[in-house]
């Protein structure tokens, strides 16, 4: 099982819906990144978090640290909010940090 | 301020050959990571520096070496290119390890044949 799971792995939705993806992980984190990967393969960094709730524009990322959840929201949902969003964790591993990266979810948003 | 560059953006190899992705970071960041994305696969970690003139294993590093430069430069190179090893490749940099924002260059899209 991966340390860090992504629901769903594809979502479709019609123009101004509200979108919601979700992150799950396994074990005791220090930050929470959520990135985002446009159709021609750039990655961007949105948020990192460890706790609480950030908003950037339409997009808003929250994390409920004792369920060791996170979601990504985008509100008023738009084309050019097609890609793949991809949850990351920082993870401590015996005085080790490093990064584990989701599989990302394919956001297709339909005019 | 270019941000994390990489050169080159497309390269096809033959199985056996070598060659070398650069990176290149003008933020004055600290730490440096190279990273492979395949299909269906999340990133993983192929080699990570923390700092100018350290450099670590990460999750997948057979196959692969890296060098440090210079505080700007992180190079990952391919000494016998296999077919396993076509990938998207991608360079990442932050102030901070693993707890600060990364900063990604635009890929390298290699294929061994």
């Known amino acids: 099982k991966n340390e860090v799971e992504q629901s769903p792995q594809n979502l479709t939705a019609q123009e101004g819906e509200f979108i919601t993806i979700n992150c799950s992980y396994s074990?005791?984190?220090?930050?929470l990144h959520w990135l985002q990967q446009h159709p021609g393969g750039g990655i961007v960094s949105l948020f990192m978090l460890s706790s609480g709730k950030k908003k950037h524009g339409r997009l808003i990322a929250t994390i409920n640290i004792q369920e060791k959840h996170s979601s990504l929201h985008i509100t008023a949902s738009h084309p050019r909010d097609s890609a793949v969003y991809i949850c990351a964790a920082s993870i401590s591993n015996f005085g080790n940090e490093k990064l584990t990266f989701g599989t990302g979810t394919r956001l297709t948003i339909i005019p | 301020n270019a941000g994390v560059t990489q050169t080159p953006k497309f390269q096809v190899l033959k199985t056996g050959q070598s060659m070398t992705l650069q990176c290149a970071q003008d933020m004055n960041h600290n730490s440096m990571y190279w990273y492979r994305q395949d299909p269906g696969m999340g990133l993983r970690l192929i080699y990570y520096s923390a700092s100018e003139g350290t450099t670590d294993k990460g999750e997948v590093p057979n196959g692969y070496n890296v060098s440090r430069l210079n505080k700007r430069e992180f190079s990952l190179r391919l000494e016998s290119a296999a077919p396993s090893q076509t990938s998207v490749y991608f360079c990442a940099s932050s102030t901070g390890l693993y707890t600060d924002t990364q900063y990604f260059g635009p890929g390298t899209r290699l294929t061994v044949l």
């Open positions: 074990v005791g984190i220090s930050a």
